[in-house]
């Protein structure tokens, strides 16, 4: 786990005279489940927008798979997969139909959409499925799907945005044994989530206050350095500490 996938160096994006994000510095390691945590105003989605090469950054500098978040925004959406809780599917197409589009639109040819649909369907045991509409599915089936078709195209990098927001803990449990497939084939994971519990099952987390990362280390060294029995604890022993109003 020693090659760096994601660098960042005092990154910032300010908007007039309010700081967003706020001289953010962090490297994640190739095939890292990387949780990056925070209330809502802390400044997450913010730092992920420039990351995916969506928001240009008022000063710092980044890699993102080896490419330079100024220049080589295109070259970053293609080695990149992107899901966010709010919008990953087209609730109006088959299911198969999501998957040949964004298959498409990752530039996969179509033999490799063919043989990777396939995969994909075998994989989640959707067979019977296929022709169904994606507004008829199950929240948790559609958050499995829309996690499959981010990493269709084999990135180096996923990007997951609050992907389990409103499922059963059971089905989030089954979406987690997803995202450790996709590590063991090599897809490192940067992950947002407000579910404490899911902090554990990540390598490292970092933790934003007011548009700064307070914390940065294993849950394990964090429960310590806090003196804490829980992730819960140590996220709202620094949460509280936040200025902002949120």
Not at 144 to 152: C, D, G, H, Q, T
Not at 176 to 182: K, P, R, T, V
Not at 183 to 203: K, L, P, Q, S, W
Not at 209 to 215: F, L, Q
């Amino acid at each position: 786990m020693n090659e760096i996938v994601i660098q960042t160096d005092k990154l910032t994006k300010r908007f007039g005279d309010f700081i967003a994000a706020n001289e953010i510095t962090f490297d994640v390691y190739k095939g890292e489940i990387f949780g990056f945590l925070g209330a809502n105003g802390a400044g997450k989605t913010t730092v992920m927008r420039m990351l995916c090469g969506l928001s240009k950054p008022s000063s710092g500098a980044a890699t993102i798979a080896g490419f330079d978040i100024y220049r080589q925004t295109e070259a970053i959406k293609k080695n990149i997969g992107y899901m966010s809780q709010k919008f990953s599917l087209y609730e109006d197409l088959t299911v198969m139909e999501n998957i040949h589009f964004f298959g498409g639109i990752y530039g996969l040819s179509g033999r490799q959409l063919k043989e990777k649909g396939e995969a994909l369907i075998t994989r989640l045991g959707m067979r019977n499925e296929t022709k169904k509409m994606v507004s008829s599915l199950p929240l948790g089936w559609k958050q499995k799907l829309a996690f499959s078709v981010a990493i269709l195209h084999d990135p180096k990098i996923v990007f997951l945005d609050e992907p389990t927001g409103g499922v059963d803990p059971i089905t989030r449990r089954q979406f987690w044994d997803l995202i450790y497939d996709a590590v063991e084939r090599g897809i490192t994971a940067f992950v947002t989530t407000h579910y404490m519990d899911e902090a554990e099952y990540c390598n490292r987390i970092s933790m934003m206050v007011d548009g700064e990362i307070k914390a940065l280390d294993t849950p394990a060294n964090l429960k310590k350095q806090y003196s804490a029995d829980s992730m819960d604890e140590v996220f709202y022993g620094l949460a509280r500490k936040a200025k902002r109003n949120l």
